[in-house]
């Protein structure tokens, strides 16, 4: 985390706090308070002076304003749930490049773990998801890739923060799970708390390891 700014830092957990507590107490701020964290998050490498140049900033970034497309979309999950799957779909597609990228020796048994990860998480959802289970199927075979190749590159040591990328990358897992959990099978109070606090850490780490 030495590579985020103390103050960044700060400003971060203060946008994500009132995101979480509007989440609860006010919908109405929260369509626009759910979003400026993200922006933050965007900034941060144009903040730090990095090479934006690189292929692998390139796919970050471009995975974080999906994200932050998602995001948006799903303000708004009776219209437009699907549109924001497919954009965090996609967004997990750049990741899982920009990963690659670090370490192209693929050690496929770092994927196994995530295909069984993948396997019980659509057993526990399958019979609630109706029509939706082809694109939660697709979601989850997607994201099971991104937490693999998170943990190909960790396993590699190819890049400066590789711990900080698997972290992220599981981050991330945890969110969409505990979001499909509780869309799909039971929603309980402590959901928004964890999804939202482990997505935002997961981008703002997935944000930093740009360098």
Same mark, same amino acid.
């Given at each position: 985390?030495?590579?985020?700014?103390? =103050?960044?830092? #700060?400003?971060?957990?203060?946008?994500?706090?009132? =995101?979480?507590?509007?989440?609860?107490?006010?919908?109405?701020?929260?369509?626009?308070?759910?979003?400026?964290?993200?922006?933050?998050?965007? &900034?941060?490498? !144009?903040?730090?002076?990095?090479?934006?140049?690189?292929?692998?900033?390139?796919?970050?970034?471009?995975?974080?304003? !999906?994200?932050? #497309?998602? +995001?948006?979309?799903?303000?708004? @999950?009776?219209?437009? !749930?699907?549109?924001?799957?497919?954009?965090?779909?996609?967004?997990?597609?750049? %990741?899982? %490049?920009?990963?690659?990228?670090?370490?192209?020796?693929?050690?496929?048994?770092?994927?196994?773990?995530?295909?069984?990860?993948?396997?019980?998480?659509?057993? &526990?959802?399958?019979?609630?998801?109706?029509?939706?289970?082809? @694109?939660?199927?697709?979601?989850?075979?997607?994201?099971?890739?991104?937490?693999?190749?998170?943990?190909? $590159?960790?396993?590699?040591?190819?890049?400066?923060?590789?711990? $900080?990328?698997?972290?992220?990358?599981?981050?991330?897992? #945890?969110? +969409?799970?505990?979001?499909?959990?509780?869309?799909?099978?039971?929603?309980?109070?402590?959901?928004?708390?964890?999804?939202?606090?482990?997505?935002?850490?997961?981008?703002?780490?997935?944000?930093?390891?740009?360098?």
């Amino acid at each position: 985390m030495n590579n985020i700014p103390a =103050a960044y830092l #700060i400003i971060v957990i203060v946008l994500v706090t009132f =995101a979480i507590v509007s989440k609860y107490y006010s919908r109405k701020f929260y369509y626009v308070l759910k979003l400026l964290p993200m922006v933050v998050i965007i &900034y941060l490498p !144009f903040y730090r002076g990095v090479d934006l140049n690189s292929l692998y900033c390139i796919l970050i970034l471009s995975g974080l304003i !999906f994200s932050f #497309i998602g +995001d948006a979309l799903l303000l708004v @999950p009776e219209k437009y !749930f699907k549109s924001g799957l497919i954009a965090f779909l996609i967004a997990h597609l750049f %990741y899982s %490049y920009a990963f690659f990228t670090v370490s192209m020796a693929v050690r496929y048994e770092a994927f196994v773990l995530f295909a069984v990860y993948g396997y019980f998480i659509y057993k &526990y959802l399958k019979d609630s998801l109706d029509k939706m289970k082809v @694109p939660v199927i697709i979601y989850i075979g997607v994201i099971s890739i991104m937490g693999g190749f998170g943990l190909n $590159q960790f396993s590699n040591g190819n890049h400066e923060y590789s711990f $900080q990328i698997f972290i992220a990358s599981i981050l991330f897992m #945890i969110s +969409d799970s505990v979001l499909a959990i509780n869309k799909f099978k039971e929603s309980f109070r402590a959901s928004e708390f964890i999804i939202l606090s482990t997505y935002y850490t997961s981008q703002l780490l997935f944000a930093a390891s740009i360098y």
